[in-house]
Structure formats: C-alpha cells, structure tokens
C-alpha cells in the first residue's frame, strides 16, 4: 500500500484499515465501531454533548436530539476513504459482488463490468450478459485489475436518492447532481454543467491560481533580495558613519589639545611676567626698608 495514502484509510484510533469511515469535523477518520466506543469511554453521561477528536483535541458538538449511541452514527461517511479502500481490494481481488452485496448476499467477485465499474461473481456475469441494458458490458476478469492504475478503479458515489452517477454539478446550489436530480428538484437552476466542464473549469482557476501564486512567490523574491541588499547597505552605511563621528571626534580633540597647550602657555607667560614685576617690587620694598633703618642709627 502506498505510504502516502496510510493516513487516508487508517483508523486514528485502531491503526488498521477503515471500516465503515467517519468523519469528525477536523476531518481526522476513525472506524463507526471505534469511534462509538471511543465516545462511550470518555463520555459518562448523556447531558454532555460535546466529543474531543482523539488526535488534535478539537471539539464536536452533537444536536440535543441524538442520544450518545447513536452520536457515531451522526458523523458523516467518509466517502473517499470508501472509495480508495474499494479501490484496493479490487487490485487484491478481496471483493464482494455487487449485486448481491444490494440482495442482502454475500458472494465472492470473480469479474469486473467496465461499463458499469461494478465487481460480479460467476452467477451475476450471467445475469449481466443476458440483460438488453448490460448484454453489451466489456467484462474483464477480476485478477487483470491488479496491475492497473488506483484512480481507474475508484468508483464514484451514486446520487443517493435516485442511484444515479453524479455527472453534473450545479453552480447555484454548490453540489453534484445527477441527470434525474436535474430534471426535478434543479430543473430551474441556472448554472448546471456536466462534470468535466466543472472539472476544465476548476483546472483553468487552478492554472490562473498557480500563475498569481507564482508571480507573487516572484515578486516575494524579489522583495527579499531588496531588503537583504538594503540590510547589507545599511550595515555599509553604519561602519561610514561610525568612522566619520570618530574622526571628527579625532580633529576635535586636536583642536582642543592645541587651544589647551596654548592657554596653558600664555598662562605660563603672564605668571612669569607678573612674577619678575612682583620680584622688582619686592626687591625695591627691600632695598627702601634697608636704607631707613640706616639713617635710623645714624
């Protein structure tokens, strides 16, 4: 089995292959029968009416009007989950025939109807074979599935009121419809195609989604090239400033430490000046005081 496909039709609860798929809003899938049993371990009384997904915690709440037993019934089929794991027991030939399994039998399918994508057993071939409707099938045997494609092997869900395949969709009512649907409860919808033009559509919306996606990726780029190139230059620009304020700083100081010498110079000189003024005073204060005291003894 493929790995990528494991979390697709496993049970989030018993690690084995689904059975009877269902679908919590999170879209975690768990087995009916795991889920029920799931809800009767952590749920003790009827008054709650809210259920925590196993996996990711997320919360469920169920309407007032379903009782606890029957909140797995609730959840909704995971169709897809169906559909692959079908797929898989085609390629093993681990099938029931189809037509029984609607009788209420259980038989083995030995043949594959391509027309109807259907698997029958020996008894249904038969049948199938000799009906107007189906007498011109291609039937092939069942063990010839196994080296084809998965997707070739999936078998679309039928329109559950009238069984019908789902070839149309409906724009106004956002659903699949088949051609009975269309002719009754959507004959007045304005807007219903056949599934392959809904298909092309949804291929050309994706086609433009992905040119505006990678156009934005682009310019996202582009963007991220600027600011990383703006971020280098800014860096660039950091270190210039750094050095221009220090070499200012530099011629400041030079400035100031020849301002300084100079004031300390002229300092120096007016001290000196008004040192030698003061030694002349002194010395002729001196020399008076001598003279005086001469004549005074005398």
Same mark, same amino acid.
């Given at each position: 089995?493929?790995?990528?496909?494991?979390?697709?039709?496993?049970?989030?609860?018993?690690?084995?292959?689904?059975?009877?798929?269902?679908?919590?809003?999170?879209?975690?899938?768990?087995?009916?029968?795991?889920?029920?049993?799931?809800?009767?371990?952590?749920?003790?009384?009827?008054?709650?009416?809210?259920?925590?997904?196993?996996?990711?915690?997320? +919360?469920?709440?169920?309407?007032?009007?379903?009782?606890?037993?029957?909140? *797995?019934?609730?959840?909704?089929?995971?169709?897809?989950?169906?559909?692959?794991?079908?797929?898989?027991?085609?390629?093993?030939?681990?099938?029931?025939?189809?037509?029984?399994?609607?009788?209420?039998?259980? =038989?083995?399918?030995?043949?594959?109807?391509?027309?109807?994508?259907?698997?029958?057993?020996? =008894?249904?071939?038969?049948?199938?074979?000799?009906?107007?409707?189906?007498?011109?099938?291609?039937?092939?045997?069942? =063990?010839?599935?196994?080296?084809?494609?998965?997707?070739?092997?999936?078998?679309?869900?039928?329109?559950?009121?009238?069984?019908?395949?789902?070839?149309?969709?409906?724009?106004?009512?956002?659903?699949?419809?088949?051609?009975?649907?269309?002719?009754?409860?959507?004959?007045?919808?304005?807007?219903?195609?056949?599934?392959?033009?809904? =298909?092309?559509?949804?291929?050309?919306?994706?086609?433009?989604?992905?040119?505006?996606? *990678?156009?934005?990726?682009?310019?996202?780029?582009?963007?991220?090239?600027?600011?990383?190139?703006?971020?280098?230059?800014?860096?660039?620009?950091?270190?210039?400033?750094?050095?221009?304020?220090?070499? +200012?700083? *530099?011629?400041?100081?030079?400035?100031?430490?020849?301002?300084?010498?100079?004031?300390?110079?002229?300092?120096?000189?007016?001290?000196?000046?008004?040192?030698?003024?003061?030694?002349?005073?002194?010395? *002729? +204060?001196?020399?008076?005081?001598?003279?005086?005291?001469?004549?005074?003894?005398?």
């Amino acid at each position: 089995m493929d790995t990528e496909l494991k979390p697709l039709i496993h049970c989030g609860l018993c690690k084995t292959t689904l059975k009877d798929p269902r679908n919590l809003p999170c879209l975690h899938t768990f087995c009916r029968s795991c889920i029920d049993d799931d809800i009767k371990k952590r749920n003790k009384s009827e008054t709650s009416r809210t259920y925590y997904c196993p996996i990711c915690s997320r +919360v469920t709440k169920f309407p007032n009007d379903v009782t606890m037993k029957h909140w *797995g019934e609730h959840l909704p089929q995971n169709k897809l989950a169906s559909n692959v794991i079908d797929g898989y027991n085609l390629k093993t030939g681990k099938v029931n025939c189809k037509p029984c399994n609607r009788k209420q039998k259980s =038989a083995p399918a030995t043949q594959w109807c391509i027309k109807c994508k259907e698997p029958l057993c020996d =008894a249904c071939v038969e049948s199938h074979s000799s009906f107007k409707t189906t007498m011109g099938h291609e039937i092939t045997d069942l =063990a010839k599935l196994k080296n084809q494609p998965l997707k070739e092997l999936l078998i679309p869900p039928p329109c559950e009121e009238h069984q019908e395949d789902l070839d149309h969709y409906c724009y106004d009512h956002k659903e699949f419809v088949c051609n009975s649907c269309k002719a009754s409860t959507h004959r007045s919808c304005k807007s219903v195609f056949l599934v392959s033009v809904h =298909a092309e559509r949804i291929r050309n919306d994706s086609k433009t989604l992905a040119h505006s996606l *990678g156009q934005h990726e682009r310019n996202a780029k582009i963007l991220l090239e600027n600011r990383e190139s703006e971020k280098e230059m800014l860096e660039v620009t950091k270190s210039k400033l750094k050095e221009q304020i220090m070499s +200012v700083r *530099g011629k400041i100081n030079d400035i100031l430490t020849k301002y300084e010498n100079q004031c300390l110079k002229e300092v120096d000189d007016i001290c000196l000046k008004e040192k030698q003024v003061l030694d002349t005073d002194v010395q *002729g +204060v001196q020399e008076f005081i001598t003279r005086h005291t001469t004549c005074t003894v005398f």
